[in-house]
């Protein structure tokens, strides 16, 4: 029996290229977990509830995976065309989108754990014990689900993005490819990629906490510039697709398959979107947003994504070393101002000469 009827290539490098980008992330936040309520003074209430959200995010994404394939399929067979890739890379796009503010906020949060430990764990206990009310001011809701529920959210948006990805791809490889070559490749796939993230967890958990939180922050923010960059890539591709009608990646690498009018650059290989990105150009897009054709959209996001979160280290650096934010007067300053203007004058009196 040949090889490539038991095992297609582009099917392993497509689920293991998808199933990357999520461990990174929930290595990540188990990591997190461990290095911070696992501890000396260990909370196991807090800890156990804060490591099932992870995982209850993990498996309601890849439970909607599989009903969203499923619908895809009988939508496919029934109408006889893929109401999914008529409008693929705007799903993609605002997938990407969410993904990237979501990690944003958390590698911002991550960082600064090293300074306020015993803060966080303190932090992480209330939340996970209050309730969330629907009382009060109209973002003090949403707050306290968003802290409640913190830990569920981002690999919950990162499986189902991902997950629905690796199946829209997969299903367009294996069209291609014998069924009995599909199987095998998943399987491998998802078990390398599984390896993986065990491996970041095991190191992360067992490194010093602030080498930790500073490593995985910076890889946290790579996944989250390329994914910030993407997202603008898909919704210009998207708007390309419906120029020509069809689906531009059906035309490979070559003219016709970009707008040249867009184009920063492009070559005419080492391509993500194609075979499952061969080579590894699929690990390297799913990873640091690597694209054989980059537009100015693109490449302006990706810089602009830096530039923010640059300003937004060096804000939040100033207000803790000066303790406000940068054009305003401090607490202290304002207190004082306040003090001095409501205080009441003081009115000297005279003794009169005439009664002494």
Not at 126 to 134: D, H, N, Q, T
Not at 269 to 285: A, K, Q, T
């Amino acid at each position: 029996m040949a090889a490539d009827t038991v095992f297609a290539v582009p099917v392993f490098l497509v689920v293991f290229r998808e199933s990357l980008e999520t461990v990174i992330i929930v290595s990540v936040l188990l990591a997190f977990l461990k290095q911070t309520l696992d501890g000396p003074n260990r909370d196991v209430k807090v800890y156990k509830a804060l490591v099932k959200q992870v995982w209850l995010g993990v498996g309601l994404g890849l439970f909607l995976c599989l009903v969203v394939a499923g619908g895809l399929i009988g939508a496919f067979y029934t109408l006889g065309k893929d109401a999914w890739q008529t409008n693929e890379y705007n799903y993609e796009g605002a997938f990407a989108l969410v993904a990237s503010i979501i990690i944003s906020i958390v590698g911002a949060a991550l960082l600064r754990v090293g300074k306020m430990q015993e803060k966080w764990r303190v932090k992480l206990a209330k939340a996970m014990e209050s309730p969330v009310g629907i009382g009060g001011r109209r973002n003090g809701w949403f707050k306290r689900f968003a802290e409640k529920y913190a830990m569920f959210v981002l690999p919950f948006i990162t499986v189902l993005r991902e997950g629905i990805e690796a199946i829209v791809f997969v299903a367009g490889v294996s069209f291609s490819a014998p069924a009995t070559s599909v199987p095998l490749p998943v399987v491998v796939g998802l078990a390398a990629g599984a390896i993986v993230g065990y491996i970041l967890y095991k190191g992360g958990s067992g490194a010093k906490l602030q080498y930790f939180l500073i490593a995985s922050t910076c890889l946290l923010y790579l996944v989250g510039a390329g994914l910030f960059s993407r997202s603008v890539w898909y919704f210009e591709n998207q708007q390309w697709n419906n120029i020509i009608g069809g689906d531009a990646a059906e035309l490979g690498n070559g003219p016709g398959s970009y707008d040249i009018d867009k184009s920063v650059w492009h070559v005419n290989c080492c391509s993500p979107e194609l075979n499952g990105g061969e080579g590894g150009w699929g690990i390297f897009n799913a990873i640091l947003g690597w694209t054989n054709s980059a537009t100015y959209g693109s490449v302006i996001s990706y810089n602009v994504y830096w530039i923010a979160v640059m300003t937004s280290f060096g804000v939040m650096r100033y207000r803790e070393v000066k303790g406000h934010w940068p054009f305003l007067k401090p607490k202290e300053a304002k207190a004082a101002s306040v003090d001095g203007d409501s205080r009441p004058t003081e009115v000297q009196t005279v003794p009169n000469k005439t009664e002494a």
